[in-house]
């Protein structure tokens, strides 16, 4: 399976944007690369997923390098209530488990 | 839909008993899963079924540990006897399907073996 690797932990201003980054330079070309977060004393919550295009929704965007061995989670504006644990993980055919990586540790300063 | 419902959310028992975990998945998904949690090891999957049927138990810890899917409303996880070391936060999570489907995770059991 390919890995990913991410920082363990990461700062952020309340109400500045968030660029999480993940590499995942073993990817293959159809592996799906999701974002997941945990916040404190919770499960993890799916935050996004995309394959080779960037993808938005309501909670963040999702920026994919060209060659696909890395990728970015964009919080466009933090808050308080995004201090969490983000996982980036990758998935494909017949591989429906997530196998989560020690995660990115992000930390908002209010 | 209420979302993936865990019973119950903390769990304190002596070592050598029984334990059971419950699961109810969200109503339409064909896959379920349970995951472990502690701070030496992480997130880690245990076992998933589909349409009820075990597929991948390769992280189930040892023979102390057995899961089962009666219907698609139902899952347990059972340990016994158990351990100190058993002593984590359980997920259970459901989907659709597919490895592009979201997984939705419930609250978590807090298991404390004494």
């Known amino acids: 399976d390919a890995k990913t690797t991410q920082p363990n932990s990461m700062e952020s201003n309340e109400e500045e944007p968030v660029h999480l980054p993940c590499n995942h330079s073993t990817i293959s070309g159809t592996d799906y690369i999701h974002w997941y977060r945990q916040l404190p004393s919770q499960g993890p919550e799916y935050v996004i997923h995309g394959l080779t295009s960037n993808v938005n929704n309501r909670m963040a965007s999702l920026a994919i390098a060209e060659d696909r061995k890395s990728s970015t989670l964009i919080l466009h504006r933090a808050t308080l209530r995004d201090a969490a644990v983000y996982y980036c993980i990758l998935t494909n055919f017949g591989n429906e488990k997530l196998t989560f990586g020690t995660g990115t540790r992000l930390t908002i300063i209010p | 839909d209420a979302g993936v419902i865990q019973s119950p959310r903390h769990e304190v028992t002596e070592m050598g008993q029984e334990v059971t975990l419950r699961c109810k998945p969200i109503s339409g998904h064909d896959y379920l899963f349970w995951y472990r949690q502690t701070m030496m090891r992480g997130l880690e999957l245990l076992i998933y079924f589909n349409n009820n049927v075990p597929i991948d138990d390769s992280g189930m810890p040892e023979d102390r540990f057995s899961a089962k899917m009666p219907n698609a409303s139902f899952s347990t996880l059972k340990i016994q006897p158990s351990e100190p070391r058993d002593s984590a936060v359980y997920f259970c999570?459901?989907?659709?399907?597919?490895?592009?489907?979201?997984?939705?995770f419930g609250p978590g059991t807090r298991l404390t073996v004494l």
């Open positions: 999570a459901s989907s659709w399907g597919s490895h592009t489907d979201t997984q939705y």
